[in-house]
């Protein structure tokens, strides 16, 4: 059966699509449904709320009677056969997850769009896209049949998973192309600004893929898109199997004329850096429990950590390894990751197993106790990657690391298609022998205690140093600690707010939360005096430890008073940096930094 859908973009102005479908052969009290939650991101988002209307006609154009019959499900009563469906889709969502129009541009996923008629089997897909503004141009992986210079037109999708993984971007953008294995990539920015080298980044894209297809060893697309849209805020990407969705800040392009690597352009590098690993790792080398999943009910693995953690490691690795960012510059970041890791006491009370189950009801759904119950399986998953790859190369004299593994990991479960089960990881590394390594894996993966970073780093030629934070901006870096730095520590951070500074996380047993400050209290004075927070950073920075404050300020309007008696500033910003072994290393191509792929 051929089923046929049609995008219109009725008002842009009410944020609306109009979506028909043609249905040759529907079964009597056919049912129809749309996803809850969308793969690659793991929460259940019920998209069937933005339906706002659903109506359908027989062939003789009669109305029929629609149903709903759960949240996401609708029942059409008829005598069967062809049937035609008119739905409107609400289209407010500005992140890469869901849909989004108006007069400027416009973005969805299939998942918020296509209802899926039940049990009909689907030989081929038909999207037909109308022109909407002759300024607007499309751009999508879905295959083109018949499309105008600005791509819109018919496209092909084989099934419903192709058609709900591959979003499609519209509105005025910038186009590059560039090729990659003799596979054609795009870059679609949308809203880039004036002034920026959008030609450097297609440039260090081309470095990266050419990177993680030598690791690899070939691509698995034939076709591949960046849809990345430029706003004045937000961040975030998702992956799909021949493109990806990326939103970011303007502010992370490089300036025409500017050669350096600045931290936030190196920041978007590894954002598209990290979703086209996941053309591999995760899209084709896919957990058991998520492959062909249900859509509408949640599917649960422990598996997260390794195709999300993994992935946070190669996503900065490969910028080094491209020659996008030098040794330095890679070593300064993976200090601030270690640092976020070790500002979160909730390393000790979740593994990356359990963080990775319970992604579904904790890692998107996070409130002010967050870091003190949970970890990220992205961030201590990413540091276990980091330690696995060490360890490797240490235990087998270099002979073998984490590359291998993942080309394992490849040759078995993605270029054959056989989903990885519950535990295939730890079992593929175990297959190497090195009974060291697999004991050491097992305990990151479902233990709580410390990870070995400093000891593993130091083997390589990197010294990792721990010291209190500059200010609460300061997140560590490449080099040695600042000198001026924070003495005592109040045991909460906070966010300047209009009325005064609001509190945010209380540290677990700190001196906030001893003295009975709470997350969303209102601070406004310090000894009687208006603070503010350059001068709170400035105390914190003469004051000793042990020193008792008078802090004022609101709880629901009511003024509170408390005795905050300051604690000793922790150790927990990371600073690292090459010494003279990592230095030697480097130049004779020794160390697992040295691999940079460089001209």
Not at 57 to 79: F, I, M, N
Not at 237 to 248: D, I, N, T, W
Not at 393 to 412: H, I, P
Request: hydrophobic letters at 40%; aromatic letters at 8%.
């Amino acid at each position: 059966m051929r089923l046929r859908y049609r995008i219109e973009m009725p008002t842009t102005g009410g944020h609306r699509y109009r979506v028909h479908c043609h249905l040759p052969d529907a079964l009597p009290s056919q049912q129809l449904r749309l996803p809850a939650w969308i793969p690659g991101s793991y929460l259940i988002r019920d998209f069937a709320r933005h339906i706002i209307s659903l109506e359908a006609r027989d062939s003789a154009a009669t109305e029929c009677a629609v149903t709903k019959t759960d949240k996401s499900t609708w029942q059409v009563s008829h005598a069967g056969g062809p049937l035609d469906l008119t739905w409107e889709v609400y289209a407010h969502d500005t992140s890469v997850r869901g849909a989004y129009l108006d007069a400027h541009w416009g973005f969805f996923n299939g998942s918020s769009l296509f209802l899926e008629p039940v049990s009909r089997s689907v030989s081929c897909i038909e999207i037909d896209i109308p022109p909407h503004d002759p300024t607007w141009r499309l751009a999508t992986a879905l295959q083109p049949v018949a499309v105008d210079a600005h791509g819109f037109g018919c496209y092909e999708a084989d099934d419903y998973e192709a058609l709900i993984d591959s979003p499609v971007l519209m509105g005025p953008m910038t186009h590059h192309a560039f090729e990659v294995a003799g596979v054609a990539h795009h870059l679609w920015m949308l809203e880039s600004p004036a002034g920026a080298d959008t030609g450097r980044l297609a440039a260090d894209l081309a470095r990266i893929c050419r990177w993680q297809a030598g690791l690899f060893g070939s691509l698995p697309m034939d076709r591949y898109h960046f849809l990345l849209r430029l706003a004045a805020q937000g961040y975030g990407g998702l992956e799909h199997r021949a493109s990806s969705a990326l939103l970011a800040q303007r502010k992370t392009l490089p300036l025409v004329g500017e050669a350096s690597v600045s931290d936030d352009y190196a920041e978007l590098l590894g954002l598209c850096s990290h979703e086209y690993f996941h053309s591999w790792h995760v899209k084709r080398i896919r957990p058991a429990p998520l492959a062909g999943a249900d859509l509408s009910m949640e599917a649960y693995t422990r598996q997260l950590w390794v195709f999300e953690g993994i992935t946070s490691y190669y996503d900065e690795l490969t910028l080094l390894r491209a020659g996008c960012v030098g040794p330095e510059q890679y070593l300064g970041r993976l200090a601030r990751t270690l640092t976020r890791l070790w500002r979160t006491p909730g390393r000790f009370q979740q593994s990356v197993a359990e963080s990775s189950f319970d992604a579904w009801i904790k890692l998107y759904k996070a409130d002010e106790a967050t870091p003190n119950h949970t970890v990220s399986y992205y961030t201590k998953g990413g540091v276990i990657a980091l330690c696995l790859d060490l360890l490797l190369r240490r235990e087998s004299a270099g002979a073998q690391s984490l590359d291998d593994v993942m080309r394992m990991l490849w040759t078995r479960h993605g270029a054959s298609n056989e989903p990885v089960p519950e535990g295939g990881f730890e079992a593929l590394v175990d297959s190497l022998g090195h009974a060291t390594v697999s004991r050491s894996l097992r305990s990151w993966v479902y233990d709580r205690d410390e990870l070995p970073v400093a000891e593993l780093l130091r083997d390589f030629g990197v010294t990792l140093r721990w010291a209190s934070a500059r200010d609460a901006r300061d997140t560590g870096g490449y080099g040695e600690p600042p000198q001026q730095r924070r003495q005592c520590d109040p045991g909460f951070r906070v966010r300047a707010v209009d009325q005064g500074l609001r509190v945010e996380w209380l540290a677990p047993g700190g001196a906030a939360e001893r003295a009975g400050i709470a997350c969303g209290d209102i601070l406004v004075a310090v000894d009687r005096q208006r603070i503010e927070g350059e001068a709170l950073e400035r105390l914190l920075r003469l004051e000793a430890d042990g020193r008792t404050l008078m802090v004022h300020g609101f709880r629901d309007d009511r003024l509170i008073r408390h005795e905050l008696r300051l604690d000793a500033a922790p150790p927990d910003t990371c600073w690292l940096q090459l010494d003279e072994q990592g230095r030697t290393g480097l130049k004779g191509g020794l160390n697992w930094l040295g691999d940079s792929g460089s001209d």
